[in-house]
């Protein structure tokens, strides 16, 4: 399952044409190219994934990062954060959607299979 946040900002014109103004994403996803290479275990997982966490130590491991992130920019149409600002992004979706992740977890008997997604 994708794990991250988005932030999508929309402007309406006067004629009532909605617009993507702007939008934020981090998210470790699957992904799908033509390249087999980038690729390691299922055939889906992006090899450039482990650096979102870990620092990259060499220019092959900085190439799957940065091959990653252009793919989920283009995916989502949007611009991908790191660092604090995805702390500040994980924090402004989490905020805004505080009741309803309470509303649909509180069932959730399990947190050893669930992690922490009921706080």
């Not at 600002?85 to 989490?94: H, M």
Request: glycine share 6%.
């Amino acid at each position: 399952m994708p794990y991250g946040f988005r932030k999508q900002i929309y402007s309406i014109r006067k004629n009532g044409i909605v617009k993507l103004k702007e939008s934020e994403i981090y998210i470790e996803d699957f992904v799908d190219s033509e390249d087999r290479n980038l690729f390691e275990g299922n055939g889906w997982t992006h090899k450039g994934i482990k650096y979102l966490t870990q620092k990259p130590k060499n220019e092959n491991e900085q190439f799957l990062l940065d091959n990653y992130i252009n793919y989920v920019e283009k995916k989502y149409q949007s611009k991908f954060v790191s660092g604090n600002s995805k702390k500040i992004l994980e924090k402004e979706v989490r905020t805004k959607l505080k009741e309803k992740i309470k509303k649909h977890t509180e069932a959730w008997k399990d947190k050893e299979v669930y992690g922490n997604s009921k706080k």
